[in-house]
C-alpha cells in the first residue's frame, strides 16, 4: 500500500507540475463553469433556435416515382425558454412521417398544406412554444404510377487523345438505354436522353468514367448514370511489303508488274497490327495504262480501318503486257 501510495503523489506532482497538463485542465474548468452560467441564464429567458427536422414519406408503392425531388428535411425557427429547449436537445429527437396514401390524390399530386405541417411540428415542443417559420412551408409533389418508357441514352462527350494515340474503338456504355417515368403526356415527347457534357483531353489510355444523365424537367429518369469506357491505345509506325495486284485487265490479257510488291508505311496501334497485318494490297488499274509510257500509277486497294496515314513508297510501276490468243 505504502509503494501504491508513492506512486500516486509521484503522478499527482507531475501533472500539477506539468504546464501544458496545467493548460488543459484550466480550459476544461472554464468550460464547465461557462455552460453551468449559459444554463442559469438561458433556462428562464425567452431565445430563439433554428432545428431540421426530417422528413419521411413511408408506404410508397412499388410503381410510384415522385417526379420533383422530395425534401429531405424542414427547417423550423422556434420561439421558447431556454429550459425548454434544454430538455428537448437531450431527448430524442423527432421526424416527419407522412404515410403515402393520408396526402396523395388520384391525379398525381401529394400534398402537405402549410396548416397541417406546422400542426404536426408544433407537437413536437412544449405547448408554451412559439413556431415561428417552417422552411418549406408546405410539401407539394408530383407523382406517376405509369410504367417506365424505355429510350436511348446519346452521348455528349469530346474526347481527344495526346499526341501519338487515339482512340481504338467505339465509346463502350454500360448500358444503351434507360427507363423514363412521367406522365404519359409527357412520355410521348421524350425520344432520347443526353449524358451531361464531358470533356477529356490529352488521354494515354483507356478511361473508365461514370457520367450522369442529363435531367428532363417533368420526368425522372433510372439509372441516372452509366459508366463509359473511351479505349485509347498508343500509336506505331510500321513498314510493310505488300502485294501489287493488276485490275480491270480484259480476258486473254496479263499485266505483269515491276516490282511485284512495294514498301507501305502507315501508323497503327499495336493491336491493330496483330489483327490486320496483310489485310491490304497496292493496285494497279488496267484502265489507266498508257501504253506510250514505260510506268504506270500505283494506288492504294483495300486499307484496314485500323491503319492511319498510310502511304506507299512509290507512286508507279513498270510494267509488261501480255496478251494470249
Known sequence: MTRIGDTFRR???????????????????????????????????????????????????????FLNPT????????????????????????????????????????????????????????????????????VTLRYTDQPGKLVPVELDIDIVPALLYTQNGAVGKSQDS??????????????????????????????????????????????????????????????QMIDISVRNAPQGVNVVVFPSKVQAVYRTTISGYKMHRGEFTAVVDYNNIDQTKPKVALQLGEVPGAYQDVHLALDSVEYIIETYR
Open 71 to 138: 425534401p429531405d428535411t424542414v427547417t423550423v425557427t422556434v420561439q421558447d425558454k431556454g429550459s425548454s429547449f434544454i430538455k428537448w436537445m437531450f431527448s430524442a429527437k423527432p421526424s416527419v412521417n407522412l404515410r403515402f396514401e393520408d396526402y396523395s390524390d388520384d391525379n398525381g399530386q401529394f400534398r402537405l398544406d402549410a396548416a397541417h405541417l406546422r400542426r404536426l411540428i408544433s407537437s413536437f415542443y412544449s405547448r408554451s412554444a412559439t413556431i415561428k417559420s417552417v422552411l418549406p412551408e408546405a
Open 178 to 239: 434507360v427507363l423514363v417515368y412521367s406522365d404519359s403526356k409527357t412520355l410521348e415527347t421524350i425520344t432520347e436522353v443526353y449524358t451531361y457534357h464531358v470533356q477529356l483531353r490529352d488521354l494515354t489510355d483507356t478511361v473508365r468514367r461514370r457520367v450522369a444523365i442529363a435531367p428532363l424537367k417533368g420526368a425522372v429518369v433510372e439509372p441516372r448514370t452509366i459508366e463509359l469506357m473511351i479505349p485509347i491505345e498508343k500509336m506505331v509506325t510500321k513498314t
Open 11 to 65: 503522478i499527482k506532482a507531475v501533472i500539477i507540475e506539468s504546464k501544458s497538463t496545467r493548460s488543459v485542465l484550466l480550459y476544461l474548468f472554464f468550460v464547465v463553469v461557462s455552460t453551468v452560467l449559459w444554463y442559469i441564464m438561458t433556462a428562464n429567458n425567452v431565445i430563439s433556435l433554428e432545428f431540421k427536422i426530417p422528413i419521411n414519406i413511408t408506404d410508397v408503392p412499388e410503381n410510384v416515382r
